[in-house]
């Protein structure tokens, strides 16, 4: 599992995201699938998700998933359960977690010691163009008075920028010191994680207070999945935020 130092020394907070190997699904799946709708076997899955809550102390009945469907869609939980339509979630409540499944967007865990309040944002490029990072830290505010500039922020693996390639009717939607030149002529690589960082930092929380992991999904294949890899035959790794 990758861990983040950034929160190691917040009693009871609770913070990791899962790598590929070990666990029970075979084939294109081979590892610790966590992904339940990626056409692996559901047992093999069911079987590696309570391998990994299990090392966690954690059951799945403690777990609450946005469904993801590249919005940025907000939603605040106080239980376990599957939140339609949403790629963000927040809480102050202990012992329920918050989950994201990934395979290239990063995930994004964001925590305030003094209100006690974690998020979990899926940040894929559709929902950090259309608002996801601002729309997570405004409700922060608004619903669990939760202070900008007290939040610690870490950003898990994901598709680095040596291998995030874009056409133009993406690259046109992001500014230009966010891209690099690409051998082909179409495409541009696009710095997706520095923009995550930007757009932290916009909303107030402290350049200092935000961590990140350097690992490529895509460059990874004997640690991570990558949908941009790998396709629909791609697992998923899960990401988990709370407080016990």
């Not at 102050?92 to 925590?111: S, T």
């Not at 922020?153 to 966010?178: M, N, T, W």
């Not at 690992?215 to 035959?233: I, L």
């Amino acid at each position: 599992m990758v861990s983040f130092p950034i929160f190691r020394s917040f009693a009871g907070l609770q913070c990791v995201v899962s790598t590929r190997p070990g666990g029970f699904s075979q084939g294109g799946y081979a590892g610790l699938n966590l992904g339940m709708h990626t056409g692996d076997q559901s047992s093999s899955v069911r079987k590696n998700r309570d391998c990994f809550f299990r090392r966690l102390g954690l059951s799945e009945q403690q777990v609450a998933f946005g469904e993801q469907v590249h919005s940025a869609r907000v939603r605040r939980v106080d239980q376990a359960g599957i939140s339609q339509q949403t790629d963000a979630l927040i809480t102050a409540e202990k012992n329920v977690f918050l989950a994201v499944l990934i395979a290239d967007c990063f995930p994004v865990f964001l925590f305030e010691p003094c209100s006690a309040a974690v998020a979990v944002i899926h940040a894929g490029w559709r929902g950090t163009q259309a608002g996801i990072i601002e729309n997570t830290l405004q409700k922060l505010k608004s619903e669990l008075a939760v202070t900008a500039g007290r939040i610690i922020a870490a950003i898990g693996p994901g598709l680095q920028s040596e291998c995030f390639e874009v056409r133009k009717d993406v690259y046109e939607l992001f500014a230009p010191h966010y891209l690099s030149a690409h051998p082909a002529a179409d495409k541009k690589y696009l710095n997706l994680r520095q923009v995550i960082v930007d757009k932290l930092f916009q909303q107030g929380v402290p350049r200092e207070q935000i961590e990140w992991s350097s690992d490529c999904t895509f460059c990874s294949a004997d640690k991570y999945y990558s949908f941009r890899r790998e396709g629909k035959n791609s697992g998923r790794m899960m990401g988990i935020i709370g407080i016990k």
